[in-house]
């Protein structure tokens, strides 16, 4: 039976410390499940020369797409097919959704900023289970809560189109001076367009910043670019600004109630419930039937329990999770994340 080898990227110890090797194994679990039709075995841990390794075994050896996920995992670095006990045949690197440089996921830094390699595993969740018939590589991804734009970046990354919301317009204009400056680095063909937006409840101005994208100006010719809408404003305008069912995915990160609070009906609170009660009928309403959400919380600020009960009472379906595999993990001393994870039925 063929087996295979993961090797985790440096990074995912540092960031996750000792769950690291649980949350790949979840995130690979989940991706078989929902993504791959369950044709993955066993999941394991082995260590090979001193280093650890999330191994897996297949009835048939995996084809060119299983390896595409595979490679895709938030924390692959190499995928080997192990062909003898402790001899790994290196057959991919990881970052196997990749379009553009590196740099657009890294150069980015600052304070709250989500970590790149959490938000690749969130939006990796949402891909797969996202069942809203639309061609996998040309989704279109919200966050709706999006910062300086994370998720954004990390959709634009692997060649979807992306559309974020926030209330803080000065990390949407942070966003677009990275993006364009990065754009212009790449000299990669773009056009960007900006509308000042009078009823916006956003922290500073009101803007909408539409820019489309293409690799070279053959692309812009066939109509083969991405395109990404940046708003500020109160989430809950959502369908004002993107439409009812005008998206794929629904993904990013609630306030902590650490760096952000969560603001609803112009209160600012340390817990996101009632966010999340005003929020999440008006995400459900931008999601295309089918379609997936994806949230990562504090479960310190909102019990899990509470946080499904309000998914269900908003008319969205819980995703269940593979036995034996869950995503929460501690932060740090404050802050213990999970995922919740639902779809708008079809
Ligand atoms: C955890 S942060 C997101 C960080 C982002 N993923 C990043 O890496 O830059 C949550 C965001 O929610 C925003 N927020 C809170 N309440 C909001 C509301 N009612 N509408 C829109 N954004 C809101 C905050 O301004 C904050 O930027």
Redesign the pocket.
Known sequence: MPRYAILPAPSANRVYAAAAMDLAAAELAFVDRYSLGGRLGRLGIDTFGGVRYLTVEAADPLGEDDLVAVGALSSTYAVFEIETAGRLRPIRGGGARDRWDEDLITIPRYA???NDQF?ALLLDVAVACTRSGKDARRLRVL?????????INQAVMWGYDAAG????GR?VEAWATFFTTWLQDKRLKHAVERRRLRQSKAIGAGVRIEVSMWADKEAQRAGDGQQIVMVAD???ACVEHFGARSVDIIA?????GVA?????GGRLARRPDQ?VAD?LPVWREVLRPGGSLVLAWNVRTMAPERMAEAVTAAGLEAVELPEGHSFSHRVDRTITRDLVIARRPT
């Open positions: 709250g900023r989500t938000t966050d709706p809560l999006c910062g300086r734009g994370t998720t919301v926030d209330l803080d990390d109160d989430t809950a990013g990160d609630l306030p902590y952000h609070g969560s603001r609803s966010l929020a």
